[in-house]
Structures are given as C-alpha cells and as structure tokens.
C-alpha cells in the first residue's frame, strides 16, 4: 500500500477544497513518487523516440530496402518477445530500482556508440544493426520491471489512472521525439539525435535514484527461479480474462500493428514524402498525439466505464481507419486520418492494459507484465520482419490492409465481460 508523504499531506491540505476522483489520472498524479517517476521516464522516452523513429527513416535512406527496415524494427524491440520473460523474473526477485538503472545505463551507453558509429557517411550495416540489437536487450529486459514499478507507486484504487497514463507519456513522447528530432536530422544528419537520445537517459537515472519504493512481497524471493520463470504463464493460464486479454493483444500486434514498423516505407511510397524532412516526423507526431489522447480519455473521460466495454468498439474504429491511412495517396489525407487510427489504436491498448492490471496481484506482477510486454511490444517486430520482405515483394497497401481486416475479425473474439470481465 503506498503511504503519503508529508509533500502529500501538504498538498491535500492545501488543496482541500478541490474534489479529486479516484481512479482518474488527476488523482494517479498525485502521487509524489509516481509523479517523479512518471517525469523521468516521459524525458527519457522523448529521446528514445527521436532515436526509433529516424532509425527507421535513416536505414531506408541508406539502403534503400524495406527488409533492413524491418531488421533494424527487429533488433529495436524484438528482444522483447525474447528477454522480457528474464526481466519480469528479476523484477519479481530482486530490487527493482538497481536493475532499471543498470538497464538505464547501459542503453545510454549504446546510445553513444550508436551516435559515433553514424558519423560516416557509409557505416556498417552489420555493425549498425547490433548496436540497435544492445540497446533493444536493455530495454527488453527493463521493461517488465519500469511497468510493474509504476502501478505501485500510486493507492491501488488510482491503479486505472497510473496505467493511462504510462500510455500518454509513451504516445505523447512519440509526438515530441519526432517532431524534434526530425529538425535536427533534416538539418544536422542522424548523429546529434542519437547523441541527445543519450543524454535523455539521465532524466530517467535521476527519477530512480530519488524516489522510494515498496518492498517485494515477502514470498517473491523464496521460490526457485526456474518456477518464477513460469509463474506468469500458470497465472494467465488460470484466468480466462487474462488469456482472452494476451490473445487479442498478439493477434492484434502481429497483424494489425506493423505500419508502425513500416512506417518509412508507407511514408516514402504511399505518399511520396521525403524521409529526412519535417514531414515525416509531424506524420508520426501527429499519430502518436491520436495516441495519447485515446490513452488519457481511458483515465479521464471513460473513467468510471467498463474498460472491458470499450474494447470492441475501438477496434472496429481501428479497423476502418486503418484501412484507410494504408489507402491514402496524399499527405493531407494522411494527417487527417493519422490522429484519429492513433487514437482508436490506444483505446484499445489502455483499456486492455487496465483490465490485465487490475486483475494481478504485486506478488506476481512482474512476470505477468513480462507477458504483456512480450505480447505487445515483443510481437509487433516479429511481424514486421516477417512483414517487410511481403511489401518489398507486394505492396504495403496489401500489408496494411490485411491488417485492417485481421482486427475487424478480432472484434467477434474480443468479448471481455463474456469471459469475466468487470462490465
């Protein structure tokens, strides 16, 4: 149970007057820990989306080729699907905070060799791919813990507003790192976004180092390690709305979710637009900002809905939008459509993430996010490697659009009150 802090006690005196809502992302804020927290890794993420998505945009330019593309996408997040099994048993084993600043630094450290590397103006492919690799096993094996950190930090009753908000700061920081750093790779070349990715990391070291944390239950610790490697597997397994939850989630991420990855390749051959310009970056800035708003309007303006309610309607929204931007032809369509596909797409992430959340216990926690991580961010580059050799051969129109088609069938499967849901 996390205790108030005297800065708390202050603030609810002062404050006294104001009607906080449980459960909204108002009153997860006000939570001293959880705020700090929360800043830190919303600096950091700005920097690490400046990275990921003109990673992608400087490989196509590079090589002209949608398979590097989706191998450079693979080696960013798919040590996720991989990894994230390990980091969720360490997160639940042993202390939280000195293995995130472990993974903290070490992403920073790639960072820096991954700024130097790009230099040249012809850099190893090969090298350059296991660069991208490093910094991928940082984050595939922090992942776990950072979302199972988060949650705690704030009573259990805010636990709806805390998981809306990790979604804005991961969609909002997707607004923001492209915007910023696609003025910097127009102007100066891709090695100053890498660089300043790299300082970002420190936002988030400091944000760890400073605040408190709750204890691991006390019985994390007392199993062998190779039972909590499948803990998390017997716990979903047990649970059918959390088997139904992971199942839409890895459909949803193989198929439907690799225009994300593919983004470059859609930008430069759908709609004709110059990868190292503004463009591009305000394409997925604008998409990311339709994320965040469908992540906080989970925490805000759906608050005190079913969450299990929300998810097939959004999914039928994602499925018509979607099919649309894989159809657009102009960049105007485009912008117009991006915000909206952003916003359905994180509706739907959010409100399956609130009901897998508050259906785990912290003993656990770790180990079933590992799985979630694993399902979301773990997936989508498996099926943007597989992905990116079909629209070399075909078209990315045909990809998006069997995308399009995989989540509209989703939504006869994606019955969550059905299965046991709260409704």
């Known amino acids: 149970m996390h205790q108030p802090s005297p800065e708390d006690i202050t603030d609810a005196y002062l404050d006294g007057d104001r009607v906080f809502v449980r459960g909204t992302a108002v009153a997860a804020l006000r939570s001293r820990d959880f705020r700090v927290v929360w800043l830190g890794i919303f600096a950091s993420n700005i920097g690490t989306w400046m990275q990921n998505v003109l990673l992608g945009a400087y490989g196509f330019a590079l090589t002209g080729s949608t398979t590097f593309v989706a191998i450079l996408f693979f080696c960013q997040l798919g040590p996720l699907l991989f990894l994230s099994n390990i980091g969720g048993v360490i997160a639940d084993r042993f202390d939280r905070r000195a293995f995130l600043l472990l993974c903290q630094v070490q992403q920073l450290i790639f960072s820096i060799f991954l700024a130097i590397l790009v230099f040249s103006d012809h850099p190893n492919e090969a090298v350059l791919a296991l660069f991208v690799l490093a910094i991928g096993f940082g984050n595939a094996l922090g992942a776990p813990a950072l979302n199972a950190i988060l ?85 979903v397994r047990g649970d059918p709305v959390l088997r139904r939850v992971l199942g839409i989630l890895v459909t949803l991420s193989f198929f439907s979710l690799v225009f994300i990855g593919l983004m470059p390749v859609l930008a430069a051959h759908n709609l004709g637009m110059g990868l190292r310009s503004i463009e591009y970056g305000l394409l997925y800035g604008i998409f990311g900002l339709g994320a965040a708003v469908g992540a906080i309007s989970v925490g805000t303006l759906f608050s005190h809905q079913s969450k299990a309610r929300l998810v097939r309607p959004g999914l039928v929204a994602f499925s018509i939008l979607l099919a649309g931007f894989g159809l657009a032809r102009t960049s105007l369509v485009a912008f117009v459509i991006g915000p909206a596909l952003g916003y359905a797409y994180f509706l739907v992430i959010t409100s399956l993430s609130t009901v897998l959340q508050e259906r785990v216990d912290d003993t656990y926690r770790g180990r079933v996010m590992a799985l979630w991580v694993m399902a979301f961010g773990g997936t989508v580059p498996l099926g943007v490697l597989l992905a990116g050799p079909i629209a070399q051969a075909t078209s990315i129109t045909l990809v998006v659009l069997v995308g399009a088609g995989v989540s509209l069938a989703l939504v006869l499967w994606a019955d969550l009150v059905k299965v046991g849901a709260p409704g």
């Open 151 to 235: 949650p705690t930090l704030t009573p259990r009753d805010d636990l709806a507003g805390a998981v809306a908000l990790q979604s804005v700061q991961m969609n909002l920081s997707r607004v923001i790192g492209p915007a910023i750093g696609a003025a910097i790779y127009a102007a100066f070349g891709p090695s100053p976004v890498f660089f300043l990715n790299s300082a970002t990391y420190l936002f988030a070291i400091t944000a760890l180092v400073v605040v408190k944390y709750p204890r691991h239950p006390a019985d994390s610790r007392k199993q062998k390690v190779m039972a909590q490697f499948t803990e998390g597997f017997r716990v």
